[in-house]
T-cell receptor, first 117, second 112 residues
């Protein structure tokens, strides 16, 4: 039973380029979350998606960042015109479909470590 | 805005000792999670605490939740070197299926 998969694991981009990070949730999971972790910091929530829907993007920077979770294929976090401050580890998590009163748990992928030079 | 505070942020201790990590949060929530992260690795789920008074134990680690005090603790008993890692608590702000709010983490070093 494969866990949450992310690729690439490491990504180097020059300033001004685009970064695309991919996340495939665990089998049977329909909820995807993206988090960013700066060095020596905790994780910061960015966006929560279900298939073809953005449910909560309150943690996403207003510019240059976007996310999608298409009907087919992985979820993608896209960063346009990257800057050095975007260097961080980006983690994806997934969870089961949530029912009323049903506990859920987020399972994390291995992360993509983005370095902007 | 939900705030989650952990303390201490850094902890160096000797093998065999006991210690407690504290996690305070600022708004009502009855869902709290503890994760472990090794350097350069992803997060490993340790405990899911879903109600007031919940207590869970796994090996040398025990976690508890007091929703009235908005406090969770992670207690380490007779620490061993393999428990060296960074420990995060995370709070669900409400309703389930939300993005979690994480504390800054407790960097734990256990010396032989």
């Amino acid at each position: 039973n494969a866990g949450v998969m992310q690729n690439p694991r490491h990504l180097v981009r020059r300033r001004g380029q685009e970064a695309r990070l991919r996340c495939s949730p665990m089998k049977g999971h329909s909820h995807v979350y993206w988090y960013r972790q700066l060095p020596e910091e905790g994780l910061k929530f960015m966006v929560y998606l279900q298939k073809e829907n953005i449910i909560d993007e309150s943690g996403m920077p207003k510019e240059r960042f976007s996310a999608e979770f298409p009907k087919e294929g992985p979820s993608i976090l896209r960063i346009q015109q990257v800057v050095r401050g975007d260097s961080a580890a980006y983690f994806c998590a997934s969870s089961r479909n949530v029912g009323t009163g049903v506990a859920y748990e987020q399972y994390f992928g291995p992360g993509t470590r983005l370095t902007v030079t | 805005e939900l705030k989650v505070e952990q303390n201490p942020l850094f902890l160096s201790m000797q093998e065999g000792k006991n210690y407690t990590i504290y996690c305070n949060y600022s708004t009502t929530s009855d869902r709290l999670y503890w994760y472990r992260q090794d350097p350069g690795k992803s997060l490993e789920s340790l405990f899911v605490l879903l109600s007031n008074g919940a207590v869970k134990q796994e090996g040398r680690l025990m976690a508890s939740l007091d929703t009235k005090a908005r406090l969770s603790t992670l207690h380490i008993t007779a620490a061993v070197h393999d428990l060296s890692a960074t420990y995060f608590c995370a709070v669900d702000p409400g309703g389930g299926a939300d993005g979690l709010t994480f504390g800054k983490g407790t960097h734990l070093i256990i010396q032989p």
